[in-house]
């Protein structure tokens, strides 16, 4: 049997122990630190975001944003409904209500249009969303002129969650900096990673400062411990952030081998007609390509279905995983207002993510490519 091929395994630098060991000899061994604001400055460099707040996690991030952007109990924020549930689940803290807004079927993205007419119907329903969550999906930014543009006009602010998209570029601007709070997430499976952590990124600096405070049990200015707010131990480790200075060393690299695994597989299945991409729409979308995903057509393969390939795949030692379950279909949301088109439940039916790790070898790949035709051409 083959080795297992992993979907997106952790891929070190080699220069994360540099940094570790030097929290470990200077006793910076908490939350907060030298480590966690370099790498908060490295992370402004690179994005070009005006600030930044490390923190324990991407959904972390979520949630902070919703506090500073004042959502409360009854609200209703709208919201990606093709996506993972942390970028849903945060509303839920806030007692808040997720609206969920369909995809459009070339970046797989929030639909601009199903966006303005979920918004003037939750107007004449005498219920204005208090914020939008946008999703870059798999790393391919989503229409983001269009959506800002019409948040514009209703005044109502962006949350962008860039998680995937760490690297991904719209009209040349960085992911992340298009809302007004931006997030990112370096879990173990994202492009870098700290082993778990995300971020904050935003213009207005009082909204990264609100963030640190609230990230650390919110603790007012006294000699003593006071509390005029509620707090959250959200604030990510010195440690932690010293893995990902290591991290951003390599960040290009990274995007650049995501982004051959793309190319790979769309040279290696050109001639197979039932496979589609998720491809930039046009010149304005860079994709960092964080995974690779497939549609498979059964009427044009002979009936052979996701599923199908999927547990082929698996049969080999080789992991994949079906296209994100749309919000609308989750139980735990399924009481939820949604605006739907039919894109999400599509490619939730026969979408693919193929093995896109960084690690990944030439091998492999090659492996990756010979047992999923063989599935899709059974002799």
Request: with cysteine; hydrophobic share 35%.
């Amino acid at each position: 049997m083959h080795k297992t091929v992993w979907l997106s395994s952790p891929h070190m630098s080699g220069q994360e122990l540099k940094y570790i060991h030097e929290a470990f000899e200077k006793n910076y061994v908490f939350p907060m630190g030298p480590h966690v604001m370099g790498l908060e400055n490295d992370l402004k460099i690179y994005t070009g975001a005006e600030n930044c707040t490390c923190l324990s996690s991407g959904t972390a991030a979520i949630h902070l944003a919703l506090i500073i952007l004042g959502v409360k109990h009854g609200d209703e924020v709208l919201c990606s409904g093709f996506t993972f549930s942390a970028s849903a689940n945060p509303i839920v803290y806030q007692g808040a209500l997720p609206v969920f807004i369909d995809s459009e079927k070339s970046s797989w993205n929030m639909d601009p249009d199903l966006l303005e007419a979920a918004i003037k119907e939750r107007i004449r329903k005498g219920n204005k969303p208090k914020a939008l969550i946008v999703v870059d999906l798999y790393g391919m930014p989503a229409r983001l002129d269009e959506i800002t543009n019409i948040t514009s006009k209703y005044n109502i602010p962006v949350i962008e969650d860039a998680a995937e998209a760490l690297g991904s570029r719209f009209n040349d601007k960085n992911c992340g900096t298009f809302g007004t709070i931006g997030i990112l997430s370096f879990n173990g499976n994202k492009i870098i990673t700290t082993s778990g952590g995300g971020a904050m990124l935003s213009d207005d600096k009082g909204h990264c400062e609100k963030a640190l405070f609230l990230a650390t049990q919110a603790r007012d200015k006294s000699p003593h411990y006071q509390h005029s707010e509620i707090g959250f131990n959200y604030r990510m480790s010195n440690i932690s952030a010293g893995i990902g200075r290591g991290q951003m060393e390599v960040l290009d690299k990274r995007i650049e081998k995501r982004r051959e695994n793309f190319f790979f597989y769309k040279e290696s299945f050109k001639d197979i007609e039932a496979i589609t991409f998720l491809e930039e729409p046009d010149e304005r979308f860079f994709s960092n390509h964080w995974l690779t995903t497939i549609i498979i057509e059964p009427k044009k393969c002979g009936g052979i279905t996701r599923e199908d390939v999927r547990i082929g795949l698996e049969k080999n030692n080789i992991e994949s995983r079906p296209l994100w379950k749309p919000m609308h279909l989750q139980p735990v949301f399924k009481d939820c207002p949604a605006y739907i088109n039919g894109t999400s439940e599509h490619l939730f039916d026969h979408g693919l993510c193929l093995p896109s790790s960084s690690l990944i070898t030439n091998e492999e790949r090659g492996f990756v490519v010979e047992t999923l035709r063989s599935i899709m051409n059974p002799v």
